[in-house]
């Protein structure tokens, strides 16, 4: 069953989500109907559809490029961000344990480029990996969140989710489900 087909199969009450495929839990992040289509393009075909692998059809061009980095601005930012972008490997990048020393030489870099000449002087910075079970990402591409807050309201940006939250992410799942594939 592909991926499509087993979201259009999903119960209306929440499972067990350690027993949900991978794939579905990256989804049940997704905010909007329009980051859920985007995501699940680039699940059904990283390839082709990796919102951030050069050369992919989603593939938008970066603000700054470095060999190993870009940087872009967020697309979906937090509310109370003045500034948000993203730093992403140029190759797909699943797992941190893939990035060498290079790379985070070239990422120190393209902070400091974020920091001197985009604006981003103040704020904070994370990135998500491994199994969405334990963090709240919505794309299996490594990249690391770069913020600056506007600084008159709370930003809050989340690791991972509480049960509860996971079942509330589940309700939008089915929402967007409905939405995107009918």
Known sequence: MDLRQQLLALPEDPPDFKKLPRDIRYLMGCRSPKQFSSTLAALVDPRKHCPFCPGSESFKLPIEACSHWHLRANDFPPDGVERAMLIVPNRHVERVTELDGDDWEQFGHLVRIAVT???????????????PLLHSGTIPHFHINLMKPTGNEAVRFTLSKASEDREKNYRRLLLHVKEVLG
């Not at 985009?118 to 491994?130: C, E, N, S, W, Y």
């Open 117 to 131: 000449k985009h604006g981003v002087d103040a704020g904070g910075f994370m990135g998500r990996f491994g199994d």
